[in-house]
């Protein structure tokens, strides 16, 4: 199972992506994987390698390429240099370099993402037309915008064109119960094919390993099972 890091050009910037891909020559289903604040680290890369062991190419694309190399160095908080905008743009050039590479089918192409990154999952499956599936990890702050955007992914899920599965934490605080309730009742509204699952004594962060003060194992156990069934489902069948 190979992985190794490419280069995406954004804005004539040059992203950073993580890649993890099965053995064999492809076509393969690809999944984007939507990093939270940690970056594209050690939680994020190893969902691309288990997405890879299941027949998915996984890419990460590093959603801070633009924060300030100083900035981080110093501690700051990198959402404080985001821009919905600009991270659509990003995860956009992200779906075309999948859809454009000859290993990928860029006809079976997912998003799967984690705290923030679930928010841009919310987010990149209401403004791209190519993803099939799209899965969010306690994606919260949905109901917010970042930087100049004048519309949030709350505002924009008339443009959701795929299934969704949403991972919540019963304890979360954000997403909250009162934020789940909300979100199902607008997809419900608008017509969209949607599963929400709530996970009782989990909050966020659930999934994360790397995190033993959050990490979940009886969600953990309960979630990923029904993840890549849904991906299959979805990207293989």
Not at 46 to 69: C, K, M, Q, T
Not at 74 to 94: K, P, R, S
Request: charged fraction near 20%.
């Amino acid at each position: 199972m190979p992985s190794f890091w490419e280069k995406v050009e954004v804005d004539s910037l040059e992203m950073d992506l993580y890649a993890s891909v099965p053995s064999g020559s492809g076509p393969f289903p690809a999944v984007v994987v939507a990093h939270p604040a940690s970056g594209v680290g050690e939680f994020t890369q190893s969902i691309a390698d288990r997405l890879a062991e299941e027949g998915y190419a996984a890419v990460a694309p590093n959603r801070f390429h633009r924060v300030p190399a100083e900035a981080l160095a110093g501690g700051q908080a990198a959402g404080q240099f985001l821009n919905d905008v600009e991270t659509v743009a990003d995860m956009n050039a992200t779906v075309d370099f999948l859809r454009n590479h000859p290993a990928i089918d860029g006809n079976r192409i997912g998003i799967i993402g984690f705290c923030s990154g679930g928010r841009i999952a919310w987010l990149s499956a209401a403004t791209n037309t190519h993803y099939r599936a799209a899965v969010p990890y306690y994606g919260g702050n949905i109901m917010a915008s970042v930087g100049n955007a004048t519309a949030t992914p709350f505002d924009l899920a008339e443009g959701i064109g795929c299934p969704l599965l949403f991972h919540f934490g019963a304890v979360d605080v954000n997403p909250s119960p009162e934020d789940m309730a909300r979100l199902d009742a607008e997809l419900t509204r608008l017509g969209k094919e949607h599963d929400f699952r709530t996970y009782e004594g989990a909050g966020h962060a659930f999934l994360d390993h790397t995190q033993p003060a959050r990490y979940h194992e009886e969600a953990a156990r309960a979630s990923w099972p029904a993840t890549v069934e849904f991906f299959a489902r979805h990207l293989k069948d």
